[in-house]
């Protein structure tokens, strides 16, 4: 009799479909199939992210509802708050000062010739002269030097005029989230209208709000009165968990799909992709190397260290799903499901932390995506010669903190952030438009950061609060062997 056939492992099989993928879509760009690729395979690529994105909000809503309507201790729930708020804000500022430290070691601003920068830095004194209450950010004056006369005529003077209208929307979505107040955040938590934050999908912080109020609520009231509606939300929960599930079969298809769709849609040609990331390649390298370190060094390794049961392999491997539907979908609310599904059904977190601690991470934990912003001010700088002190840079620290808190949890959205961090050490943000070609591809690496620290911080805090069963983690993984 033959022995079964061994099941590949689902995320051996995603891996695979990106593989795929990402080779399709050089293939298709070379013999000049861009357009089929878009109008006959993107399309199914998203809708896979469209199934994902519409589940994200009602589980969060009924995760949390279940998870603190099933407290016994109301304390609890005030622990796990501050121990959730804690380490989301120490692995932040951690990532942000390891982006800091790469940057400033490598320095991948210095990479272009000097007459280029020279000219970058002429422009950047115009921008400064036209622009008023900016300040020049050092005393040196390159337009006024004679032995950089010579290229004052070659000049060809654009940072104020802005083409992409993409750039324009994004530099005046950042300009309104700066003219807020500083506590305009935790005004926008609570809803106005909870249909309205249900229906829109946009704010997720409301939900939250209004799905931990609700929980909370549940505790309070007598127990027979609570016990329909508990079971209610409770079985809510289940039915989008098995959505989750049996989408989650058909993954490796949609991800070549939508990884096919990506590429071609960056460029004609596979020339034109790499030429894209050869003038952008320094500053590429120092944010991927931070982040990878960040993926395989800082995350597994705490959990690793502190949690002493879990292997540092055993980690990844549980949570390699979701890493691999963060890197395909650029998107931490797309991926909550599937991150969520990880750490219950791989990681045995129990559905109280995990349905509590997650979707809060989605929302304002963002370590990839402040990485990347100090990296990426500290290249433009570089780049236009502008040293940048040790004060400005504590400013670029705080202010991408606090920033990763209102980013949302959307492909891209760092890029609006990052023109808020530029705007608080006086630099252009029009100077994003530099950044912008790769910036797509970045993101993806910047949001499989961010999922990875969600699920670190869930495993943690669940290993606190012995809401965790590392025996059957561990038997997991004896099973997967």
Not at 34 to 54: A, H, S, V, Y
Not at 71 to 93: E, S
Request: charged share 15%.
């Amino acid at each position: 009799m033959s022995a079964p056939r061994k099941k590949i492992a689902l995320h051996i099989q995603i891996i695979i479909g990106m593989v795929l993928g990402l080779i399709y879509a050089f293939i298709s760009s070379y013999f000049g199939w861009n357009e089929f690729t878009m109008n006959w395979i993107d399309p199914f690529g998203q809708i896979f992210l469209k199934l994902l994105k519409f589940m994200a909000l009602p589980l969060v809503l009924f995760s949390i509802i279940s998870g603190v309507s099933s407290l016994t201790d109301i304390t609890k729930l005030g622990r796990l708050g501050a121990k959730t708020l804690a380490l989301y804000l120490v692995t932040t500022v951690f990532s942000i000062s390891l982006g800091l430290f790469l940057v400033n070691i490598i320095k991948p601003g210095t990479f272009m010739e000097d007459e280029q920068r020279v000219k970058n830095r002429m422009q950047y004194e115009l921008w400064v002269a036209a622009t008023p209450s900016v300040e020049l950010l050092d005393d040196r004056n390159y337009l006024d030097n004679p032995d950089y006369a010579y290229l004052k005529d070659q000049l060809d003077y654009n940072e104020g005029d802005i083409d992409d209208e993409d750039i324009k929307s994004k530099i005046s979505e950042a300009n309104k989230s700066k003219e807020q107040s500083p506590l305009s955040f935790v005004v926008d938590m609570i809803p106005d209208n909870i249909g309205k934050a249900i229906s829109s999908n946009q704010n997720m912080l409301q939900v939250i709000f209004f799905a931990l109020f609700f929980g909370i609520v549940l505790l309070f009231i007598p127990k027979d009165k609570a016990k329909p509606v508990k079971a209610f939300f409770d079985g809510m929960n289940e039915v989008f968990l098995k959505m989750v599930d049996m989408i989650m079969k058909y993954a490796p298809y949609f991800v070549f799909a939508l990884l096919a769709g990506v590429i071609s849609k960056m460029a004609d040609s596979p020339r034109e992709v790499f030429e894209i990331f050869k003038s952008l390649g320094s500053y590429s390298l120092v944010v991927t190397f931070g982040l990878l370190i960040m993926i395989f060094g800082i995350y597994p390794g705490l959990v690793s260290n502190i949690v002493r049961k879990i292997k540092y392999r055993t980690f990844l491997r549980n949570i390699s799903p979701a890493q691999l539907m963060a890197f395909s979908t650029s998107s931490s609310a797309a991926t909550l499901p599937v991150t969520i599904e990880c750490l219950e059904e791989n990681m045995k977190v129990s559905k109280n932390v995990a349905g509590f601690v997650l979707p809060i991470g989605a929302t304002v934990n963002m370590d990839g995506t402040s990485m990347y912003q100090a990296i990426a001010v500290i290249f433009l700088a570089q780049l236009h010669m502008v040293d940048l002190s040790f004060a400005q840079q504590l400013t670029i620290v705080l202010t991408a903190t606090l920033a990763s808190i209102g980013s949302a949890a959307v492909p891209s959205a760092g890029l609006v952030m990052l023109i808020i961090v530029l705007q608080s050490v006086g630099l252009n943000p029009a100077w994003i438009a530099i950044i912008f070609p790769v910036d797509r591809i970045l993101d993806m690496i910047r949001t499989t950061v961010n999922v990875t620290g969600d699920a670190t911080v869930a495993t943690l805090v669940a290993y606190s609060e012995k809401e965790i069963d590392l025996k059957h983690v561990n038997d997991y993984n004896s099973d997967k062997q």
